[in-house]
Every structure is written in C-alpha cells, then in structure tokens.
C-alpha cells in the first residue's frame, strides 16, 4: 500500500521565517530564515529531529496546521543525515484517566492518522512511546536528578493547582513530573532539535536543564541539551470562542474541525463560527478575534495562497460579505482535508500493516534509545 495517499504541501517552510535557538541561548526567538537542505558534507553535523503527540483522538485542523503538517515538511526536506522520530506519547496520555478500550482505539487511529498526512516509516521513525521502556528507565534516573523546585514553577502545573479546590486529592504524581518525562523522551535519543509551539517552549528549557544537569553532576557529556524550533505561526482559535485555542477538549463540537469531518460538516461548523456584525473584512486579532481566526485559517490551509501575510489577505478580502468569506473558508479547508480523510479511511481499515509500521518503529526507536542508555547506565554506575 502506498504511504503518499495524501500529496503534502511542499511551499510551506517557504513561508516560515526560522531561527534555531543555541543551546546557551535562554531567550526564545521567532523564526528568521529557512535554507533548504544542501547537499551533505563531511562536515555537515548530524542532526536528530523529535516530536510526539499525545494519542488523544482524531486531531483537529489546529493540530494539523500548527504541528503535524510541519513533521511532513521536516520529513520531505530532511538533509540525508538527519533523522527524524515522531512518537505517540501515550504514557503522556495517562496524566489523566482513561478509558483502557478507548486508549487502545485513539492510538490506533493516531498512528493511522499520522500516516494519512504523510508521514513516512521509510523515512521517519514512528512509534508508541510505551513500546520502548528506555523512556520510562531514563525518565525515573533524571528525576533522582530533578529539582522539584523547579517542577513546581513549571507554568501548566501552576496553572493546575490554581484551577484545583483540592489539589491534595486530585492532582497525581505523573501530571507533576511528566516534563522529567518529557525531558527523557528527547534525550534518550539525543535529539538536537525539537519544534515545539510557544506554550511548551518552557518544558523544552527544562529538558536542557536537566540534561546540563546530569553532564555536571557526573563529569560526561552523555546528554545533548536540545536546541529549540519555534513555528511563529498562530494557533488556530476555537471557531465558537475566538479567543480560546482550538481544542478536542471543548463541549461544543462545533469550535473544532476535525481532520475527518466530511464537507458538509466542515461547512456546517465554519457557517457556524462566531464573528461580528462589523462591515468589511479586516485583520484585527484583538477587535476581530472571530474573522481574524478564519483568515488565519485560510491563510495557513490554502497551499496555493501568494499572499506574504494575513494583513495583505485581508486586505484583498476587504469587499467580501461574510458569507462569502465563510463559503472560501469552507472551500480551503475542505480541500485541505479530503485528501487526509480518504487516506485515514484506508490506513484504519489495515490493521496488519498498522501493526506492522509500529513493530518497525518500536524496534527502530529501541536501538536509538539502547545508545543513550548504555552510556547513561555507565556514567551513574549502574553498568
């Protein structure tokens, strides 16, 4: 069976402005340039690329434009000595409870999901977090070295204690320590760079922290603090709550657009969206939160757009009733969607060659991780 089902927008990083952080760097920077890869040199470092997703069910349009169609772009312009891993986080799943039946169907669909965008097993790794222990054993070796001090000041958990009445009885040891684990889930395979958005741009630094941490404390260089890729695109916004991020955790079904929802669902939920009653079509995130959201969708989902901005969008969209901005919406996304949704209906429905791509990988990531974890054993003497 064919893995490029869905053909993947190859302009994209043409748009991104990209600065790659050092690793003594502390201040996070906006993209500035992209080169394509040249040809490979003796000289030319090698390069190791790594990112999960939580298998939490289908993702929606906001996942897909603000993270996984950028995995396929790392994919298809990787120079020949990088290596790109992308896991299926499901021990991150497990922060919170769930139902066991339903985890086992959403990773199921994740993977196939994954697949569908255009990932590739013959040029990515991809795998089930939970199928290589190396994650779990060197996350339980760094958090004998993590402060909790500094776990404790981590923003999200910050934010979940302020939201708890009874922290005491609600919050769990895994939702406090899990950026230990996502520390160890880039280490253990020594990545160099991890493209991550704003909001987890703190558990990245963390996961330096602890790997100088580590180097410091037993006179090595086994760890390798990752260096930092931020896309300075915008999130996607909740089609009901414009000044909410789009989430598969909202009640409403309609802020959302899933990545297998048909067209006339697509339709139905972007006629739906909350705007204004303003004439004209304008780009003011702040006083148009609503109609700033669909032009940053139509910018970042149409592949054939030549505009350099959303302001330059807008301003040829200025005339357009919101009717008719809502029917090119729809349109876009549509487009950008049937060809993801048809190749996700095929590669659910192929169960053995599901399981097959995540044997490969589980057995790939296992050899990459089993380096790290030789070396790490011997510098804390457990080897």
């Not at 890729?229 to 915008?234: D, E, G, Q, R, V």
């Not at 000044?243 to 339709?267: G, Y």
């Amino acid at each position: 069976m064919s893995l490029r089902l869905h053909s993947v927008r190859r302009d994209t990083l043409r748009r991104w402005r990209v600065s790659i952080l050092t690793r003594e760097s502390r201040e996070l920077a906006p993209w500035n340039s992209w080169s394509r890869p040249q040809s490979t040199t003796a000289t030319t470092p090698r390069k190791t690329i790594f990112s999960g997703i939580q298998p939490t069910g289908v993702p929606h349009l906001g996942n897909y434009l603000g993270a996984l169609r950028q995995w396929v772009d790392l994919q298809d312009d990787a120079a020949p000595n990088t290596t790109l891993i992308y896991s299926l986080v499901d021990l991150h799943a497990i922060t919170v409870r769930q139902d066991p039946k339903q985890l086992r169907q959403w990773k199921k669909e994740s993977l196939a999901m994954l697949l569908a965008i255009g990932l590739d097993p013959n040029k990515s790794i991809i795998f089930h977090q939970s199928d290589v222990p190396a994650h779990s054993e060197l996350m339980w070796i760094l958090s004998c070295q993590a402060s909790t001090g500094y776990l404790g000041r981590m923003t999200q958990w910050k934010d979940k204690t302020a939201n708890e009445k009874d922290s005491s009885e609600k919050l769990k040891l895994g939702l406090f320590s899990y950026p230990v684990l996502q520390a160890a889930d880039v280490l253990v395979h020594r990545a160099t760079h991890v493209p991550v958005g704003h909001d987890q741009a703190q558990h990245l630094e963390f996961a330096r922290e602890v790997a100088n941490g580590f180097n410091h404390t037993f006179g090595t260089d086994v760890l390798i603090p990752p260096e930092t890729l931020i896309s300075p695109a915008k999130r996607v916004m909740s089609l009901a709550d414009p000044l909410a991020k789009m989430s598969k955790s909202h009640p409403n079904p309609k802020s959302r657009i899933l990545l297998t929802d048909s067209d006339e669902v697509i339709r139905s939920k972007v006629k739906a969206a909350v705007t204004d009653s303003n004439d004209g079509i304008t780009y003011d995130p702040q006083r148009r939160p609503g109609v700033s959201n669909l032009i940053d969708i139509l910018y970042h989902a149409d592949s054939r757009s030549a505009y350099s901005s959303q302001e330059e969008l807008a301003g040829d969209l200025a005339g357009m009733s919101m009717r008719a901005l809502k029917d090119r919406v729809a349109d876009t996304v549509e487009s950008t969607v049937k060809h993801i949704r048809a190749s996700y209906e095929n590669m659910l429905h192929d169960s053995s060659h599901l399981d097959e791509v995540a044997a490969q990988g589980a057995e790939r990531a296992a050899k990459s991780a089993a380096v790290t974890m030789k070396a790490v054993k011997n510098a804390v003497g457990l080897a």
